[in-house]
């Protein structure tokens, strides 16, 4: 299984201040026939189930607001809030859709200081 | 817009079967190329993959759980089904369907919480 582990396991930023959250892979989630990196990350909000946010590392899903910024390098995964709102308080996982099981990090809580 | 709703008991004994449903609707469940997954939750702790039906049935699922589990569709009813047998306390969770679309998980159910107690 591929593991994926994510650091800090939680973190607070002031409203309007930048968030990054870390991912690493136990092995390469990169698919050559297309380029791609199959690492997406989701948020998840007290009793709501995960909601997609970027795909292929860093493609925003469609409605997704545009300071949630995926970056990769490597086997090394980054998601940056760059201007953190009050309504981004959650959890955040990323997740490997390279090879069965899929598997996710632990998860990053972000609060507001 | 997909929607995705599951549905069975909150309350399992131990060593019974949990039986879940997931009932889709805003699309047929046997059109494009998706794999219809379950993914639980236990309470306060990460997303656990569980497996996977396609379209067509084919299926995968987790090796920590292979031996006991089972995942089909129903294409009648537009639904596919998790059934997890000989539960223990360990299989207590939130479980999740949800729709994997190649690159991510897009659609997602509530979720329905499953209790294994006697």
């Known amino acids: 299984d591929i593991v994926m582990t994510q650091s800090p396991e939680s973190l607070a930023v002031s409203l309007g201040e930048r968030a990054t959250i870390n991912c690493k892979s136990s092995q390469s989630v990169f698919f050559n026939s297309n380029k791609k990196n199959y690492l997406a990350w989701y948020q998840q909000k007290p009793g709501q189930p995960p909601k997609l946010l970027i795909y292929?590392?860093?493609t925003r899903e469609s409605g997704v607001p545009d300071r949630f910024i995926g970056s990769e390098s490597g086997t090394d995964f980054t998601l940056t809030i760059s201007s953190l709102q009050a309504e981004d308080v959650a959890v955040y996982y990323c997740q490997q859709s390279y090879s069965t099981p899929f598997t996710f990090g632990p998860g990053t809580k972000v609060d507001i200081k | 817009q997909v929607q995705l709703q599951e549905s069975g008991p909150g309350l399992v004994k131990p060593s019974q079967t949990l039986s879940l449903t997931c009932t889709v609707s805003g699309g047929s469940i046997t059109s494009g190329s998706y794999y219809w997954t379950w993914i639980r939750q236990p309470a306060g702790k990460g997303l656990e993959w569980i497996g996977r039906?396609?379209?067509?049935?084919?299926?995968d699922y987790s090796p920590s759980l292979k031996s006991r589990v089972s995942i089909s569709l129903d294409t009648s009813k537009n639904l596919f089904s998790l059934k997890l047998n000989s539960v223990t306390a360990a299989d207590t969770a939130v479980y999740y369907c949800?729709?994997?679309?190649?690159?991510?998980?897009?659609?997602w159910g509530h979720g329905t919480m499953v209790t294994v107690s006697s």
């Open positions: 039906i396609y379209t067509i049935g084919s299926t």
């Open positions: 292929w590392a860093s």
């Open positions: 949800t729709r994997f679309n190649s690159f991510g998980f897009d659609f």
